[in-house]
C-alpha cells in the first residue's frame, strides 16, 4: 500500500511564499506522474499542476508564473513551491501519485492566505 505525507500547509500572508512537500513510500511499481490537487470550500477539487517522470510538467492557468512544481525520483517526492499568494488560493492542498495501473491520494494539507 503506498503511502503519501504532505507536509508546509500553513498560514501565510497575500504576496508571501509557501513550498509544499509529499513523500511517497510503499510503491511496487515506478511511480510516474505527480500532480497537485486542491479544493477551496464549496468548490470541485482542481488541478494544480502536474510533473511527468522525465520532468515535464504543466499548469493551472491560475497559477502559471506563480507555482512550480518539481519532483526528486530518487526519493519520491514531490514538490509545489507557490509564489506571490493570493487570497483565492486557500484551499487544502493534496498530492496525487499513479503508480502503475494505481492512483494514490495524500491526505491534504490546508493552506490560508490572509493578513
Known amino acids: 500500500q503506498v503511502q503519501l505525507v504532505e507536509s508546509g500547509g500553513g498560514l501565510v500572508q497575500p504576496g508571501g511564499s509557501r513550498r509544499l512537500s509529499c513523500a511517497a513510500s510503499?510503491?511496487?511499481?515506478?511511480?510516474?506522474?505527480m500532480d497537485w490537487y486542491r479544493q477551496a470550500p464549496g468548490k470541485q477539487r482542481e488541478l494544480v499542476a502536474t510533473i511527468t517522470i522525465d520532468g515535464s510538467s504543466n499548469y493551472a492557468d491560475s497559477v502559471k508564473g506563480r507555482f512550480t512544481i518539481s519532483r526528486d525520483n530518487a526519493k519520491n517526492t514531490v514538490y509545489l513551491q507557490m509564489n506571490s499568494l493570493k487570497p483565492e488560493d486557500t484551499a487544502v492542498y493534496y498530492c496525487?501519485?499513479?503508480?502503475?495501473?494505481?492512483?494514490?491520494w495524500g491526505q491534504g494539507t490546508q493552506v490560508t492566505v490572509s493578513s
Open positions: 496525487r501519485v499513479i503508480a502503475g495501473p494505481y492512483r494514490y
Open positions: 510503499g510503491s511496487a511499481f515506478s511511480i510516474n506522474a
